[in-house]
């Protein structure tokens, strides 16, 4: 792979007038410029559109709401306007929200995306600036200080909670290099691959599409760039005067998840993996719309309260090859009504 590379900035925009400068400006204040930012105004009200069109940003529309919705948009224009070079384009997900805050972000995922042909997801550091009372602040990195700190779980844990072990719907590799978050970029042919797209419902976006393109590629293919940083709001866990108060901050160890920002009727992160591992069951074993599976189970003859099912050997969801000493029970839910 010879020259540049086209790296795509996309983020999707509800409204964001007040903080679109700030994110703009972090990008102009790269040492390499990307090759387009495109905003995807999701039903604005406010200068949204017009103040990124005044920055020299394409801007598209997206009448579904939901970010999910808005950041497939984003994806299915490049995948039509960059549809000859798609293993030369990087797509960048980022939210107007986040401020770029090392100058060599662009920089090094190119480098990075330029060495490695087979690379196909770069993920970094996501930092957030909690504000406290009494002036207060405390700067908490995603990952294992952050779950810890709100109390939230891994996806792992979520797979677990749903009964399952997350290993035997990813690609079979060594050790998982998991990535979810809101910064993430991507080898545009990545989206070209089997069921690889941003949902239209409810669900959270980082989730399904992490999954689903872990399904798919294996960890070597994913890298974390350390120059790849970012610093976001915390408006969706923050009053009015973007103060992390007590009474929110128990909420949301409650609950475990930050509820997204405006959004009244977003899943939460288990009914998400839910959904997520009941769609890929179906896939994989064929299922008609009243079958799903009740359970795994770790010997054939393990016995079973209802005989209106039936018990195959557990496929893995990515390989489909036989995973040994598990099986699925599946059930109808035609017979739960006799």
């Given at each position: 792979?010879?020259?540049?590379?086209?790296?795509?900035?996309?983020?999707?925009?509800?409204?964001?007038?007040?903080?679109?400068?700030?994110?703009?400006?972090?990008?102009?204040?790269?040492?390499?410029?990307?090759?387009?930012?495109?905003?995807?105004?999701?039903?604005?009200?406010?200068?949204?559109?017009?103040?990124?069109?005044?920055?020299?940003?394409?801007?598209?529309?997206?009448?579904?709401?939901?970010?999910?919705?808005?950041?497939?948009?984003?994806?299915?224009?490049?995948?039509?306007?960059?549809?000859?070079?798609?293993?030369?384009?990087?797509?960048?997900?980022?939210?107007?929200?986040?401020?770029?805050?090392?100058?060599?972000?662009?920089?090094?995922?190119?480098?990075?995306?330029?060495?490695?042909?087979?690379?196909?997801?770069?993920?970094?550091?996501?930092?957030?600036?909690?504000?406290?009372?009494?002036?207060?602040?405390?700067?908490?990195?995603?990952?294992?200080?952050?779950?810890?700190?709100?109390?939230?779980?891994?996806?792992?844990?979520?797979?677990?909670?749903?009964?399952?072990?997350?290993?035997?719907?990813?690609?079979?590799?060594?050790?998982?290099?998991?990535?979810?978050?809101?910064?993430?970029?991507?080898?545009?042919?990545?989206?070209?691959?089997?069921?690889?797209?941003?949902?239209?419902?409810?669900?959270?976006?980082?989730?399904?599409?992490?999954?689903?393109?872990?399904?798919?590629?294996?960890?070597?293919?994913?890298?974390?760039?350390?120059?790849?940083e970012v610093t976001t709001s915390v408006r969706s866990c923050t009053d009015h005067d973007g103060v992390i108060t007590t009474k929110k901050l128990k909420n949301i160890r409650k609950i475990g998840y930050i509820k997204p920002y405006r959004s009244k009727n977003s899943l939460s992160p288990q009914r998400t993996v839910d959904n997520l591992i009941d769609t890929i069951d179906k896939e994989t074993y064929k299922l008609s719309g009243n079958e799903y599976i009740e359970r795994i189970i770790c010997s054939k003859n393990q016995p079973i309260l209802?005989?209106?099912?039936?018990?195959?050997?557990?496929?893995?969801?990515?390989?489909?090859?036989?995973?040994?000493?598990?099986?699925?029970?599946?059930?109808?839910?035609?017979?739960?009504?006799?």
């Amino acid at each position: 792979m010879n020259g540049n590379l086209n790296l795509i900035i996309v983020v999707p925009a509800l409204n964001e007038e007040k903080l679109l400068p700030g994110f703009i400006r972090s990008v102009y204040n790269q040492t390499q410029r990307p090759s387009e930012i495109i905003i995807v105004d999701n039903n604005s009200s406010d200068g949204t559109a017009e103040l990124a069109r005044n920055y020299g940003c394409t801007v598209l529309s997206c009448d579904t709401k939901g970010i999910g919705a808005a950041r497939q948009v984003g994806i299915n224009y490049i995948l039509n306007e960059y549809r000859h070079t798609l293993n030369e384009t990087i797509v960048v997900q980022l939210d107007c929200d986040e401020e770029i805050t090392n100058p060599d972000f662009i920089k090094k995922v190119e480098e990075s995306y330029l060495l490695d042909e087979k690379l196909m997801v770069t993920t970094g550091p996501l930092r957030y600036e909690l504000k406290f009372g009494n002036n207060h602040k405390k700067v908490i990195e995603t990952g294992k200080c952050f779950r810890k700190f709100f109390h939230m779980k891994t996806l792992v844990e979520l797979f677990e909670d749903s009964g399952r072990c997350i290993c035997d719907y990813l690609l079979s590799t060594g050790n998982h290099k998991f990535f979810v978050g809101g910064n993430t970029t991507y080898r545009a042919n990545v989206f070209q691959l089997k069921n690889v797209y941003f949902p239209l419902d409810n669900s959270w976006e980082s989730i399904v599409i992490s999954v689903r393109i872990q399904q798919q590629i294996s960890e070597h293919q994913i890298k974390f760039i350390k120059e790849q940083e970012v610093t976001t709001s915390v408006r969706s866990c923050t009053d009015h005067d973007g103060v992390i108060t007590t009474k929110k901050l128990k909420n949301i160890r409650k609950i475990g998840y930050i509820k997204p920002y405006r959004s009244k009727n977003s899943l939460s992160p288990q009914r998400t993996v839910d959904n997520l591992i009941d769609t890929i069951d179906k896939e994989t074993y064929k299922l008609s719309g009243n079958e799903y599976i009740e359970r795994i189970i770790c010997s054939k003859n393990q016995p079973i309260l209802s005989k209106k099912c039936r018990i195959i050997p557990m496929l893995h969801a990515s390989t489909l090859n036989i995973i040994p000493n598990k099986f699925v029970v599946i059930k109808s839910k035609l017979s739960e009504n006799f």
